[in-house]
């Protein structure tokens, strides 16, 4: 791009509200100015002279707010693009507003668990990416002395297990190893994320049931092994004072111990996901593997208290956990919940699944970008660029219609295995058009522009 762009809407979401703007964004894709039309009833702005030749890009009505940043997603490449890979993933990510994500450290072979696996990562990734990518690193039981090492590379912090993670390449680890974990990551910013579910001695107390049934699988992760884990994780957050969050928490029963953490100032973040907030335990049919992941959908009244969670402030903000997979390994055929898979592919539908439920509860386009954009980026320390509109910062912005609904199909949809449990649901909210640093990388109804993504490497 070479040439100065304004962006106008009646309805651009700020910090300090939502209000009719105009956005100058330089040739180099920042935001250089921002004049509101209260600055100008005001008389305390003129709009700067924008060069002869500028593209002018006024939407009217529709929403224009912070590109989304979502902190939890898989993407599997290298080793497994057959899964998911950069190309494909991040076109979805664009198709969806999100304009920048950080890529997990699992499921791609090799996993980012050293800092020559990180450089394989950035090998594969060249060329492939519509939005831009941070990556996490992840801590294993075997890469002890690699995570100061990871840390200068650029990585935003590292993601374990605490019970097993379904893959051999990426071993849980003991509470030993999480402490000196802690002890590497001392005097960095680095976030220390926990997959916080632990073992629980005799966890299926209620007999194994049926396989086909969701509620055989639900009584095999009760919402005592995220408590637990939770209790143990805020313990060493407050002995060793280093940077934690709890990715993709399902259980409400936790949110005492982490409100109570949050009060003494603990340097703790908590995440939920799309789906937690969107689906229910009674309302998953039999043999319905599409719906699993780990931790389990629980019931309706657990999810209430998710979300009265995010008004309280014991979550921070809501992520995708985009977790795809190849259909055999879902058992569709056989519904075996035990066997299968967990995971839910959505990264090109949080948007629109958020604002679907969020919308009916009171939520406004403010809480939107809070939740969305503003949240991950400042628990990633990518803020100083990200998730907020705001002179200085890259020029990020997801411009979309709250007010018209969709049925989602396999045809709109552009992450590579389309094993979605939102199939056939309407949802409000359209994105029509996904900018990253002044660029814009989808279009509603356009064929796709070549790439214009990059890999962000923390300084």
Known sequence: MSEWQLFRSKRVVLDEGVQEASIYVTPEGRIHRIVTASDRAAGKADAPYLPQG????????????????????????????????????????????????????????????TKDN????????????????????????????????????GVVGFKCFLCPS?????????????????????????????????????????????????????????????????QKIIELCDKYKVRCHVV?????????????????????TVETCFHYLTLNAEAIPDKATQYKCCPPIRELQNRERLWAALTSGEIDFVVSDHSPSTPDVKYFDEGDFLCAWGGIPSLQLGLPLFWTQARKRGFCLLDAARFLCKGAAQMCHLDNRKGSIAEGKDADFVIWDPDVSFTVTKSIIEFKNKTT??????????????????????????PFPLPEGSIILKQ
């Open 54 to 113: 500028a593209t002018i890009v006024d939407v009217g009505d529709l929403v224009l707010m912070p590109g989304l940043v979502d902190s939890h997603v898989h993407l599997n490449e290298p080793g497994r693009v057959d899964w998911e890979g950069f190309w494909t993933g991040t076109r979805a990510a664009a198709a969806g507003g999100v304009t920048t994500l950080v890529e997990m450290p699992l499921n791609s072979r090799p996993p980012t668990t």
């Open 118 to 153: 990180l450089q394989a990562k950035l090998e594969a990734s060249g060329g492939k990416l519509h939005v831009d990518v941070a990556l996490w690193g992840g801590v294993v039981p075997d890469n002890k002395g690699e995570l100061r090492a990871m840390v200068d590379a």
């Open 166 to 230: 379904g893959e051999e390449s990426f071993p849980n680890v003991d509470w030993t190893r999480v402490e000196s974990a802690m002890q590497e990551l001392q005097g960095t910013d680095a976030v220390f994320a926990f997959h916080a579910e632990c073992v629980l001695p005799n966890e299926d107390e209620n007999g194994p049931g049926l396989p086909t049934e969701y509620k055989t699988y639900l009584r095999t992760r009760p919402p005592e092994m995220e408590v637990r884990a939770i």
């Open 248 to 268: 993709h928490l399902s259980a409400a029963d936790a949110l005492p111990f982490i409100h109570k953490a949050k009060q003494a100032g603990l340097p703790l």
């Open 421 to 446: 449990p939102y199939l056939g649901m309407q949802l409000d909210g359209i994105v029509m058009r996904t900018v990253v640093r002044g660029k814009t990388v989808y279009e509603h109804g356009h």
